[in-house]
Each structure stands twice: as C-alpha cells, then as structure tokens.
C-alpha cells in the first residue's frame, strides 16, 4: 500500500470516530488489509471492504456513507468549510438525518484559517455581532444545533467551571487556629522537651469538595445529548478530583479512567472502545440497580453529588417500573443531593406522561433541564449556591 493511501486511510478512520464510530487502530490496520486483497481501482469494492472492516452497528451505516462519499471524493474535504456544506446539500432538509447531521459535526473542527483582522470600526460591530450570537447559542437546543453551532458550544461548555460546596470530611490536619486539641500530636512534641508540655497543639477538619457521581443515558433519544454532555464530564473531571462518570443504555459502563485522559479526542475515543451500547435501547432500572449494588459503596461516600442524566423514558412493565422507583430510592437515600437532568424539560408545559418520569420525579431532590448551554450554567449556579434551587423536584 502507498504512504499516500495509508495516510489517507488513517485519515478516514479520525473522520468516522469523530462522527461518533467506534473506529480505532485496530479498525484501520483491519481496512488496510482487506485494500491489499480487493482492486482499489473499483470504488464500490473499496467501499464494500472498509464497511465490513470498519462498521460493527447497522445504524452506523449512513453515516459510514456519507464520509466515504465525501472523503474518497476528496481527502482533503475535512479541512474546507464547503465539505459540510456538500455533505449537508445547497438546501438542507428541515430535519436532517443523523448521519448527516453527525457527520457535519466531524468535519466541523477543520475550517480555513480566519480571515485578517479587520479595521477598529469593523471589530466594534462584530463585537457586537458576537455577543448576540453568543446569547443565541446559549438558548440553543442542542438537538437543534449545525455542525457550526456545536464546535462553538462544545468549547463554551468546556469553560465551565463546577463548584460544588466544600464538606468538612473525617480527617484532620494541624492548625494553629484550630479548635480541637490534637493530643497525640502534643505528646509526640512534648518527647523533644524533656517529656514537658509546653504547647498544646491544634488542628482542624479538612474541608474539600463532596464526590460527584454523574450517571448518563446514551440511549437512542438521549444520545445527542449524550454526545455533546460528554465534554462537559472530560471538562470537571480533570478540573477536580473524586468525580466518577457512568454511562448506560442496556448495562452499565464506568468511564472514569477513560476521560481522566487530559486530551479529549483521546479520552473519548476510549470510551467508544468499551462503550458497546451507545443509541440503542434503555434499561434505566435495571443499570441504577447494578450502580446501586456495584458502585454506590465505592463512589458514594462523603456527602456525594449525583446527576442522573436521562429522559426517563423507561420501556418495560410493572415489574420494570418497581425495579426503577426502588433503584432510584436507594440511590437517593445513598447521597447527600440527587439532582436529574432530564432534556425533556426544555418543553414549555412540560407533563410526566410517561410511566418512568412519573415514578423517578418523586424520588430526586430536584429535576432540571439539561438542553442547552443555559441550563448548564444555571446548573453551575446551583450547584455553587449563588442560585435557587428549582420548583420541580422531589419531595426532598
């Protein structure tokens, strides 16, 4: 295979995994192969032969599609605007696919260099032009957002800073200033002179941030917010320590080594090597109940914050809905705060029909929107006790 193949195949396998494939290493040495074997001068074989090496989900199929047919056209299409806007089409459709739309979303990253700086009069108007667009995208539903949109909120999302109230914990250190007597530590001085207390030493409660457990929904209705929610969860955990990131959608998976990584490419595409689960079914229930019985001991202590990030949209029948409202009580009853995150809030009149949410909404301390950069940054607020906490909630 010539270099200039293989840096173009290399090429295409960052395409699928920003698109949101599971495409690693292994997936493109497997594509490489399968070249060696077929006529590369036959574009349909060629598809055909990475599709089968590089697509493990029928649903990923689109959107291995429209990168072949835009890549393959032209390997360079990543890094020119007017790839985006050839995959999207001269008059995108009202409601675009979601192979397209997260197809665009890949491609966003690579725009041409900026423009020169323009005059001191053209910078005061775009200033300004700016600032409104800025408040625009702060409204904007994430479901609703470009390939433009969601590369400018995804780097407004990572400035986020989540302060959470600081918890006295068990241990102590010295302080001059403390309150308590620290006795061993007044003994142990008292040996270097001549066995006689001349000082009482001190000390003080260590006080640090609770743990935050975020548990997220990567299901088919939640997975763009997922997606999006993602850099949020790289963002706080390598800003502190003691948080511990779960994703479900038919089990259980604990990403918190995975997106310690301090790249975010590089974090995320680990989580999609050990994430075999994500845009399918839900089984919300049964995944808090395994937290509950395999991790809530480990990551719950100390007054910990959970956000459970999910619509609430359990499919299954009594048995099921027991199974959640049980899952839920015990998880509220393991934390100090149990806060939901439910996108579906962002509906004005917004009514728990469904079976889930109606037996979830009693068992939280509080539920609020997850939807866009606002409700983000009232989350923020809340959490670092410079806002109200919202009306809608538990009973708690």
């Not at 399918?280 to 959970?306: C, H, M, P, S, Y």
């Amino acid at each position: 295979m010539s270099g200039a193949l293989a840096a173009n195949l290399l090429g295409f396998g960052r395409l699928l995994r920003r698109a949101g494939l599971p495409v690693g290493p292994t997936e493109v040495l497997a594509g490489a192969e399968a070249l060696t074997l077929v006529d590369i001068g036959d574009r349909r074989v060629v598809r055909a032969a990475l599709r089968a090496t590089m697509v493990h989900r029928h649903e990923h199929a689109e959107i291995f599609d429209h990168a072949f047919l835009i890549y393959w056209r032209d390997p360079e299409a990543g890094q020119h605007a007017a790839a985006t806007e050839a995959m999207q089409g001269a008059k995108p459709p009202p409601k675009p696919g979601p192979g397209s739309r997260r197809l665009a979303e890949a491609m966003a990253g690579h725009r041409p260099p900026p423009p020169p700086e323009p005059p001191k009069e053209e910078r005061q108007f775009d200033a300004t032009l700016t600032t409104s667009a800025s408040e625009a995208l702060r409204r904007m539903d994430f479901e609703a957002m470009g390939a433009t949109e969601i590369a400018a909120a995804k780097a407004e999302i990572r400035k986020l800073v989540l302060p959470l109230d600081a918890r006295p914990t068990r241990r102590f250190r010295p302080s001059a200033a403390g309150r308590r007597a620290d006795l061993r530590a007044t003994l142990r001085a008292s040996l270097h002179q001549g066995g006689e207390i001349l000082d009482l030493r001190r000390s003080e409660r260590v006080v640090r941030p609770p743990p935050l457990v975020v548990i997220c929904d990567i299901s088919g209705s939640m997975a763009r917010y997922a997606q999006i929610l993602l850099h949020f969860l790289h963002a706080v955990t390598n800003e502190r320590d003691r948080v511990a990131s779960f994703l479900f959608g038919t089990r259980l998976t604990n990403i918190t080594r995975q997106l310690r990584h301090r790249d975010p490419e590089a974090a995320f595409e680990m989580v999609s090597h050990i994430v075999p689960d994500w845009s399918g079914g839900t089984r919300i229930g049964e995944a808090l109940d395994l937290f509950n019985k395999q991790w809530a001991r480990r990551v719950l202590g100390q007054g910990a914050v959970v956000l459970l990030i999910t619509d609430g949209l359990e499919r299954g029948g009594p048995e099921e809905l027991a199974r959640l409202g049980a899952a839920t009580e015990r998880l509220r009853n393991s934390c100090r705060r149990l806060i939901w995150l439910n996108p579906l809030l962002r509906f004005a009149g917004f009514q728990p029909r469904s079976q889930g949410i109606r037996v979830m909404l009693p068992l939280v301390h509080e539920h609020r929107p997850v939807h866009n950069i606002e409700s983000l940054r009232d989350l923020v607020e809340t959490l670092s006790g410079r806002a109200p906490r919202p009306v809608s909630g538990g009973t708690r």
